[in-house]
């Protein structure tokens, strides 16, 4: 496995990997990597010749009052990782790099931008976009990888890359979760192992909600039970309880016949988000 700092250089790694013939995946990460991370690896590994891996904390997507300094970055353990599960490249850019002094171009997809996470977290999804385009304009991957844990996140990508125009086939891969179902994260490593533990009900009320969408329950009751059972987790904040259709993210209505059910909020002063896609 080879590391790569520098955005250039991995351009040239890129056009020259196009040149052979030989299709690149990529797994772009903001590391601290765990079995979500694992699995987008291991898809990407198995369908490509070439896997490369991005870990870079994109100080852009953060809020003032975000985590962006306290996010953790192991980065030895990170490496080893990526190298025991056949990363061929490593790219690892400074901020510097990245965005100089005079930095002024942005992307923003405005349509799904204004809901659900976009609205606790001003410029968040402005900053991803950004940060990804430029991921895709460096490593110029055949094939990227992204969580459906992040489902706005995975939605607004797709959108920029058909419009922008991107070669990148953008794929969704599935939630990864713990024993107890609290959906894998690297910011699940701030919460005490007592609140882990307690976390897990987030998806069992996500599990029940399902069951109740399939037997056509009124979707306003199915949120508010959510909001219910979410309130019994101690010191629990709700940011958002949200049912949307699957593929536009429009609110749905009760006809709605596959929508996403989603959930932010706050254990422990940890922002953790999960969902689940249902159908009936
Ligand atoms: P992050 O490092 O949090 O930016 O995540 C990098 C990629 O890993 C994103 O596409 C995430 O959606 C994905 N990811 C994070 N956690 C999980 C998970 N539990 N299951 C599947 N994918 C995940």
Known sequence: MKVIKNPLQMQKIALLTAKKGKSIGFVPTMGALHEGHISLIKKSVKSNDITVVSIFVNPIQFGPKEDFSKYPRPILNDKNICKKNKVDFLFLPDADNLYDKNYSTYVEVNKYSQFMCAVSRPGHFKGVTTVVSKLLNIVMPDNAYFGLKDYQQYVIIKKMSADLNFKTKITGCPIVREKNGLAMSSRNKYLTPEYKEKAGNIFKS???????????????????????????????????????????????????????????????????????????
């Open 206 to 280: 996500l599990l029940k909600a399902k069951q109740d969408f399939k037997s056509n329950k009124n979707i306003k009751s199915i949120a508010a039970d959510i909001k219910k059972s979410l309130n019994k987790i101690e010191t629990a904040i709700i940011d958002y309880v949200e049912i949307r259709d699957w593929q536009t993210l429009e609110a749905a209505k009760q006809s709605t016949k596959t929508v996403v059910i989603a959930v932010a909020v706050k254990i422990q002063n940890v922002r953790l988000i999960d969902n689940i896609v249902c159908s009936k």
